[in-house]
């Protein structure tokens, strides 16, 4: 049996080009996934999945990765997403499981839940820096995938917004640590806030900045096993991502509508 050649898809091509490539190929449903939250001190890692539909129907105007874009844009964007999208997924990882699991296993481990959880199943899968198998189809690991694939910039976008969404209510129960404004980042203000009130509940115990703000004052209902000894560096929680991984079908490399699901798990 031979091979198919391999198809070379240079980023300068545009956001759509890797998933028209795929088209080509037979792929006719390419889903992406991206988390928010990985590089927080504080909430959730909030994972999407998004399948677009193919051909125009699926192109979107302005989408982008979600970093690039401000708050106005990325909600006008998620509802645009909602309403195109063929399916999507979200999964909520709490920072309880981010402390028991680590941060590396819950963002993958939350990738392919969320994957596996649209309701339409894809032919082809791209995710953002992380390769995830076990989901029985074909994937791609994608360098800064948000920047390069349509599908996985929209996961990033429906990521980021419900994570944002989901600071701000944690803002009203948890004022003092400004969770509306950097939403559970490291910042001046939010480094302050630890070394005046020490972490709550919803700080992620397994990072150094804040196993170090707890020192022994933990919150009510926090255990130390929690604390980890601080094993996630702050300034290496958004580690850079291995290299682009090929898919198991080999053939495609990166170079250089409303769902019936989609509700949050």
Sequence with gaps: MLTPPRTVVRREAGLYALERALHRRGFSRVAGADEAGRGACAGPLVVAAVLLPAGRRGEIDGLTDSKLLT????????????????????????????????????????????????????????????????????????????????????????????????????????????????????????????????????????????????????????????LRRGTVGVALADQARRSPEVGNNGSVMEDGAMSARGGVR
């Design 71 to 226: 708050p106005a844009a990325r909600e006008r964007l998620y509802d645009e997403i909602i309403a195109v999208a063929l399916a999507y997924e979200v999964v909520v990882i709490p920072p309880t499981e981010v402390d028991a699991a680590g941060l590396h296993v819950c963002n993958v481990t939350g990738m392919r839940r969320a994957l596996a959880g649209l309701a339409v199943r894809p032919d082809y899968v791209l995710t953002d820096g992380f390769r995830v198998d076990g989901l029985g189809v074909p994937g791609l690991a994608v360098w800064k995938g948000d920047q390069v694939a349509a599908c996985v910039a929209a996961a990033s976008v429906i990521a980021k917004v419900t994570r944002d969404r989901i600071m701000v209510e944690l803002d009203r129960e948890f004022p003092q640590y400004g969770f509306a404004e950097h939403k559970g980042y490291v910042t001046p203000e939010h480094t302050a806030a630890l070394e005046e009130y020490g972490p709550c509940v919803q700080h992620r115990f397994s990072y150094v900045n804040v196993a170090s703000a707890a020192r022994n004052r933990l919150p009510e209902g926090v255990g130390r096993q929690r």
